[in-house]
């Protein structure tokens, strides 16, 4: 997830590659998909599993944190780089959030 998300920050553009770019873009999102309901799935099978007797379900429940915390981090991301110049924005601004997921990414590993 991590991995394919960083790689959308780095994505050539569409004036580079033509077509390929959206493809790639599509391409990346459908990794991303696929990896964070596995991440997900694991998570909740692995905080059930090491969690004391009797409050398996509770620590399990901690994995659903993720959902709001993926909502809120990205809304602040992009609310920072919103307020750039539109030019800045739109020809490299937008990268960045997903380039700065590889903070998260390397603490998360």
């Not at 990794?31 to 090491?50: F, Y």
């Not at 990268?95 to 590993?109: C, E, G, I, Q, Y």
Request: with cysteine; glycine share 12%.
């Amino acid at each position: 997830m991590g991995v394919a998300t960083v790689c959308v920050g780095l994505l050539p553009a569409y004036s580079t590659v033509g077509v390929l770019a959206p493809v790639l873009l599509v391409l990346l999102r459908v990794v991303q998909g696929i990896a964070v309901s596995g991440e997900w799935g694991g998570a909740v099978l692995m905080a059930g599993e090491h969690a004391p007797n009797g409050r398996q379900t509770f620590f399990a429940s901690f994995a659903q944190l993720g959902s709001p915390a993926g909502l809120i981090l990205p809304l602040l991301a992009f609310r920072m780089v919103t307020s750039m110049d539109k030019a800045a924005f739109l020809s490299w601004g937008w990268r960045l959030p997903f380039l700065a997921s590889a903070v998260l990414l390397t603490v998360a590993s």
